[in-house]
């Protein structure tokens, strides 16, 4: 089915640990991000990407990496993780231009870090 | 950054109630949205707004765009239980879209 398929689902990580989050889409999207969502707080935009080769921060990028080599993938690395990081990941995905804005959203990664 | 105040935090409500819900901001956003979340899941589009005053409807739940682009609402008629979940709003403006904290909605049978 297409999609934004995000991997893994669940994660647990020690402190000072590194880590990948994968998300792709097959809908080819020019425009992907990553957000995160925390109890209380809605969900808060890390890294946006408007197309391959290009990237940029949103609102919580510390402590965060993203890279964009092609439409389809885009990886958010976690250089060293700490207890803050604990929280659900979202992956979203949408076209540019036209009239649509809608993102379409993975199913999340839940990550601990202790 | 842009802040989005989302009221209310929760409701609960008895199966065939009528809900509103609200999100303001301090900044103008070019296109407001409104998503559904079920446990487990990432969030899924309801309505999508694009310009101020527009009033938008699907199926039970209506939207609409506030004049001033700093405000929606979205109303859900005769709820079911099968509304519950977390409802946020989405402001955006050019490739920054923000998100309101949530309404939590419980539907009582």
């Known amino acids: 089915n297409a999609g934004v398929t995000q991997t893994p689902k669940f994660q647990v990580l020690k402190t000072g640990q590194s880590m990948t989050l994968q998300c792709a889409q097959d809908?080819?999207?020019?425009?992907m991000s990553w957000y995160r969502q925390d109890p209380g707080m809605g969900l808060r935009l890390i890294h946006y990407?408007?197309?391959?080769?290009?990237?940029d921060q949103g609102e919580v990028p510390n402590g965060y990496n993203v890279s964009r080599s092609t439409t389809e993938d885009f990886p958010l690395r976690l250089l060293s993780a700490a207890p803050s990081q604990t929280s659900v990941y979202f992956c979203?995905?949408?076209?540019?231009?036209?009239?649509?804005?809608?993102?379409?959203f993975g199913s999340g990664t839940r990550l601990t870090v202790v | 950054g842009q802040q989005l105040n989302q009221s209310p935090q929760s409701m609960f409500i008895q199966e065939g109630e009528d809900v509103s819900m609200n999100c303001t901001s301090s900044?103008?956003?070019?296109?407001w949205l409104w998503y559904k979340q079920e446990p487990g899941e990432g969030p899924v589009l309801l309505i999508a707004?694009?310009?101020?005053?527009e009033l938008t409807s699907n199926g039970r739940l209506t939207a609409q765009f506030g004049i001033t682009r700093k405000d929606s609402f979205l109303n859900i008629s005769a709820s079911i239980p099968s509304d519950v979940g977390i409802y946020f709003c989405?402001?955006?403006?050019?490739?920054?879209?923000?998100f309101g904290a949530g309404t939590r909605l419980t539907v009582k049978p």
């Open positions: 990407s408007v197309g391959a080769g290009i990237t």
């Open positions: 707004l694009y310009k101020a005053g």
């Open positions: 979203a995905s949408k076209r540019t231009g036209g009239t649509y804005y809608g993102y379409t």
């Open positions: 809908m080819n999207h020019e425009y």
């Open positions: 900044s103008i956003f070019n296109t």
């Open positions: 989405a402001g955006q403006f050019s490739n920054d879209m923000r």
